[in-house]
């Protein structure tokens, strides 16, 4: 999908109910994992990050899955709220690199009043 | 927002023309970037700085330069801007968070080439 807006994945969901946003990551080498939220007109914002020997990490209302052996990132949002829609992307670091990042194309949540 | 600013937010220009975007950030952060973000694309790195007068350039480099002669400003040129050029630009700095080392984005800067 795109980076912002057009042919993007989307996730519709209502509010009260929790999403679940995947990434599929493609360097096995990557040890260090970012999620973003992005809403329209604005840059990227820093949601939860994870390391590699970790396999979940929470924070405020998110979550972030980890599975390496299928190279698989989830971030769960619990009580979705309208303040949620947004495009949400994660990012990797480029093969273990310590200030490289690649970054994955987003997906679109909205969330239904 | 970690204290990044990025000047101009919207610009238009022809095609030919010189351009300078600007990142300005408050923290004393070693490392800056500059992204554009496209349609089809995620973010793609254009070029980056660790230090003053150190950069190095990212997978979109072409017909773009970059300069950063004191720690807060960080300068991405187009020497000759072409439509092709038409994007959003982020600036970001790399910040160690709880894990790894986070990026922080500023607020972007909206180029139509004409």
């Known amino acids: 999908g795109e980076s912002v807006g057009l042919h993007l994945p989307t996730l519709s969901v209502q509010e009260g109910d929790n999403s679940i946003i995947n990434c599929a990551y493609s360097n096995s080498a990557s040890d260090y994992f970012i999620w973003y939220k992005q809403e329209s007109g604005k840059g990227p914002q820093f949601i939860i990050d994870i390391r590699s020997n970790m396999d979940k990490r929470q924070g405020q209302r998110v979550t972030v899955l980890l599975n390496k052996t299928v190279k698989h990132l989830s971030l769960q949002i619990a009580a979705t709220q309208p303040g949620d829609s947004a495009v949400y992307f994660c990012?990797?670091?480029?093969?273990?690199?310590?200030?490289?990042?690649?970054f994955g194309k987003g997906t679109l949540l909205t969330v239904n009043p | 927002d970690a204290g990044i600013t990025q000047s101009p937010r919207h610009k238009v220009t022809e095609t030919g023309t010189p351009v300078t975007l600007r990142c300005h950030q408050t923290?004393?952060?070693?490392?800056m970037y500059w992204y554009r973000q496209d349609p089809g694309h995620g973010l793609r790195l254009i070029h980056y700085?660790?230090?003053?007068?150190?950069?190095d350039k990212g997978e979109v480099s072409d017909g773009y330069s970059v300069s950063r002669s004191k720690t807060e400003d960080f300068l991405l040129t187009l020497e000759s801007a072409t439509s092709s050029q038409t994007s959003v630009y982020f600036c970001a700095i790399s910040e160690t968070s709880g894990v790894g080392e986070t990026q922080y984005f500023g607020p972007g800067t909206r180029l139509l080439v004409l």
């Open positions: 990012a990797e670091n480029s093969g273990g690199s310590n200030y490289k990042l690649t």
């Open positions: 923290e004393n952060h070693r490392y």
């Open positions: 700085s660790y230090g003053v007068k150190d950069t």
